[in-house]
């Protein structure tokens, strides 16, 4: 018969009636009071107990109960209160650092050592590509008819590719010195291309006041991760509006709205005919697509990230816009520049 130890004695009612009931996680004896029906491990020390205080999730901020994980992504984790009465959600970030975007183009060593034409032909063959919305065998067909000019589309695509780099750093440059924060609104959104003949997500983020794209990322994926990326940088660069962020309804910008805004209202658009609404982002992505259709695609994803980086540099730099009395949006922005500079493509500069 075994004997249970006299000084053992059940922590709620304080009876002796006792069954030995196993043993607990941590392999201590376990023991079951007859009358209560309380199970408890006397031996096992109370620094390894789990109290409230130590619970492995984070306590419910509505009703304080315990929790468990409901969703678990890369920047952040969705947790649900085990109370069905309550069954509140709530998400906590992660404190890790998140992956830059596709537009962060890496640093190259710029020369115009090899190339057989002029600097103005090469800049007309650019303006024709970006401004005429045409492909590199009609820029190619325009530079001979035009310019008496004969190079290959190939030649075109070459160097366009080579440029991308230079107006990244030129953009970077002007861009460091403004102040975005006193714009009400910024506007994200998401459109689609084709890489390869897959589908690739062209991620945006766009100021109402100024018209100007603050940043893009291009991602195979459309997903929270890539919402993330795209915030995280424009927190970076310029701070945030005084107002508002304002998207789709699409979840994956909640989180990142809040965590890199806090200070701005997240408005998610319900659709078109809203008072407030998207409209400004959706007409630059059917300016995007009338620049991108004809090209039917792109190659890879490197050669259409660049492609892409030099777009909106002309869009931000280059070419004036009826809405803004004649001005680029970087100008508008605060950006100084002569229309030298600005005729030149700002490689004068």
């Known amino acids: 018969m075994i004997i249970i130890p006299s000084s053992v004695v059940c922590p709620r009612c ?3 009636y006792l069954y030995r009931f ?7 004896q376990k023991y079951q009071c007859k009358r209560c029906k309380r199970q408890f491990a006397p031996d096992n020390p109370p620094s390894n107990s789990r109290t409230r205080n130590q619970r492995k999730y984070p306590d419910c901020p509505v009703c304080g109960k315990a929790t468990f994980l409901h969703h678990d992504y890369t ?7 085990c109370d069905k009465n309550c069954n509140h959600s709530f998400r906590v970030p992660k404190l890790i650092n998140v992956d830059p975007p596709s537009s962060e183009l890496k640093p190259e060593s710029f020369s115009l050592k090899g190339m057989r034409h002029p600097l103005h032909i090469v800049l007309h063959a650019l303006t024709y590509y970006f401004c005429g919305n045409s492909t ?11 310019h008496q000019i004969k190079v290959s589309h190939v030649t075109v695509s070459k160097w366009i590719k080579r440029f991308a780099p230079v107006f990244k750093k030129i953009a970077d440059d002007r861009l460091l010195g403004i102040n975005l924060c006193d714009s009400d609104e910024w506007h994200f959104d998401e459109t689609y291309i084709k890489i390869a003949g897959k589908d690739y997500y062209l991620w945006l983020a766009f100021d109402a006041e100024t018209r100007m794209v603050l940043d893009f990322h291009l991602s195979p994926n459309r997903d929270s991760n890539s919402a993330h990326t795209l915030l995280a940088n424009c927190r970076r660069k310029f701070g945030q509006p005084c107002h508002a962020v304002i998207s789709d309804r699409y979840f994956a910008y909640q989180q990142p709205a809040s965590l890199f805004f806090p200070q701005a209202e997240h408005i998610r658009v319900e659709n078109f005919d809203a008072l407030i609404n998207n409209n400004v982002l959706e007409a630059f992505n059917g300016q995007f697509k009338a620049w991108y259709k004809p090209k039917r695609g792109f190659n890879s994803f490197e ?3 660049r492609l892409i980086a030099t777009y909106i540099f002309f869009y931000n730099f280059i070419r004036p816009h009826s809405s803004l009395n004649g001005l680029t ?13 600005r005729l030149f493509w700002l490689l004068v500069a």
């Open 75 to 81: 920047y952040y984790s969705n947790f649900r209160c």
């Open 14 to 16: 304080f009876s002796k």
């Open 136 to 146: 590199t065998r009609k820029v190619a067909q325009t530079l001979y008819l035009v």
């Open 329 to 341: 949006p970087a100008q508008v922005a605060g950006v100084n520049y002569s229309e030298k500079e």
């Open 303 to 305: 050669s259409a990230n």
């Open 22 to 28: 196993g043993k607990d996680k941590e392999g201590f």
